[in-house]
């Protein structure tokens, strides 16, 4: 780790905040309407309504976990390159706090989004009984405090050091966070694969899968990569990130497409896998995905989630143009929404693909919340770390 500082004087915080003001409070306007309509939705129908919100809550969800592992994984690897792309992963991560309160409607009414919380089911089940040392309230109750507890502290612990740095510029800081980073990798693997079993995965609790974890973090490694792209591109279109070159855009496009191709591998290995082994307990997921007019959606998401950003980022020119970079990173980041959507509406769509007006205003109300409350955070501190002991590396970066 080199010791010296660099030269290059980042912009105010504070002149950022002035330019974003009025589009954050357009984004709260936006955000508390929207959510309001959906509240409507609930009250015609509170069972299409609250997945609807689910959906839209586990894309963002999501892709702030993916914020936080990419965050812990550059203090555990000592990387160089990211650093003056860093802040915004911690920016992003510490919008968890807000995921903490926007669950809050999904356990009130848990029983209509979960039928193992339904009193009733446990006595006519003899499976759940089974299930039942994991899947029981008090547990469940502990497991939420853990993953909200940790992702909203670590996040806001790395954030708070790094911004530290900023002040005093002592290496100390960053020997904290990569002592740290190890154990934080454990908790973040913990986090997000038994979050994905508890929200995802027991919508319908015959089924399981042992590659389901896995399978999330994917998706939340590569959206949250395209988040950080988007952001990053629009920070420097709009002259905030100087020092960012193609180098950096290089580094970033490789890593999205090497998650590219890791999703497209667990998804098929577990797909291959269910279908192979033909238990009733297993395909059930598969079987309602590939009936009626969801198999032209799961076709949709094959092509749209692999192959075509596949073959989009196979060339070194398209990785190392920000403009180029960011219109796949927006592809991607729709295509995330249309895998979550494919997860959780069949289980109250059976009959076939259908959308409601509450999936629209579910997302809509969320994105503008979370937007509201990144630009303030994002005007709170530096664009990144600024004296960092590895940003000279970082700015001539080379690959």
Same mark, same amino acid.
């Given at each position: ?22 589009? =954050?409070?357009?984004?709260?306007? /936006? ?20 997945? =609807? ?51 809050? *409607? ?31 309230? *008090? ?34 800081? =960053? ?10 990798? /454990? ?46 591109? &629009? ?30 591998? /667990? ?5 291959? &896998? ?34 075509? *950003? ?39 769509? *059976? ?10 205003? =579910? ?37």
């Amino acid at each position: 780790m080199s010791d010296h500082s660099h030269t290059f004087t980042p912009p105010s915080p504070e002149r950022l905040t002035h330019d974003l003001d009025r589009v =954050s409070k357009i984004s709260l306007a /936006i955000g508390v309407i929207a959510l309001i309509s959906s509240a409507v939705g609930g009250y015609c129908d509170r069972v299409q309504a609250l997945h =609807s919100y689910l959906f839209a809550f586990m894309y963002f969800y999501t892709i702030m976990a993916g914020a936080f592992f990419w965050t812990i994984l550059h203090h555990a690897v000592d990387a160089n390159w990211s650093v003056i792309v860093r802040r915004q992963f911690e920016n992003v991560a510490n919008l968890m706090g807000v995921m903490a309160v926007g669950f809050i *409607p999904l356990f009130i009414f848990r029983e209509d989004i979960w039928k193992w919380t339904q009193p009733s089911e446990l006595a006519h089940s003899v499976l759940l009984q089974e299930k039942h040392g994991y899947l029981n309230m *008090p547990f469940f109750i502990v497991r939420l405090i853990f993953y909200f507890g940790f992702f909203t502290g670590a996040a806001y612990f790395y954030r708070k050091l790094s911004t530290a740095q900023d002040s005093d510029g002592s290496i100390v800081h =960053s020997w904290r966070l990569r002592w740290w980073s190890p154990l934080s990798i /454990i908790g973040f693997g913990l986090a997000i694969t038994f979050s994905a079993l508890d929200w995802l995965m027991a919508l319908d609790y015959h089924w399981y899968s042992t590659m389901w974890g896995v399978y999330i973090f994917a998706g939340s490694a590569q959206s949250s990569m395209a988040t950080c792209i988007l952001i990053v591109f &629009l920070l420097r279109k709009a002259g905030y990130l100087k020092p960012l070159s193609g180098e950096h855009a290089h580094i970033m496009g490789k890593l999205l497409f090497a998650f590219t191709v890791f999703w497209a591998y /667990i998804a098929f290995s577990q797909y291959m &896998l269910i279908w192979y082994a033909n238990i009733p307990e297993e395909t059930v997921f598969f079987i309602k995905r590939n009936n009626g007019s969801w198999t032209y959606l799961s076709v949709f998401l094959v092509a749209g989630h692999f192959i075509f *950003p596949f073959i989009y980022l196979l060339t070194q020119a398209v990785k190392k143009s920000w403009a180029s970079l960011s219109v796949i990173a927006v592809w991607i980041l729709f295509m995330h929404g249309v895998d979550h959507f494919w997860i959780i509406a069949p289980v109250v769509r *059976p009959d076939g693909f259908s959308m409601r007006w509450t999936d629209f205003t =579910s997302f809509i109300g969320l994105a503008g919340i979370l937007v509201y409350v990144f630009i303030r955070i994002l005007g709170s501190a530096g664009l990144f770390p600024a004296r960092d002991p590895r940003l000279n590396d970082c700015i001539k970066l080379t690959n």
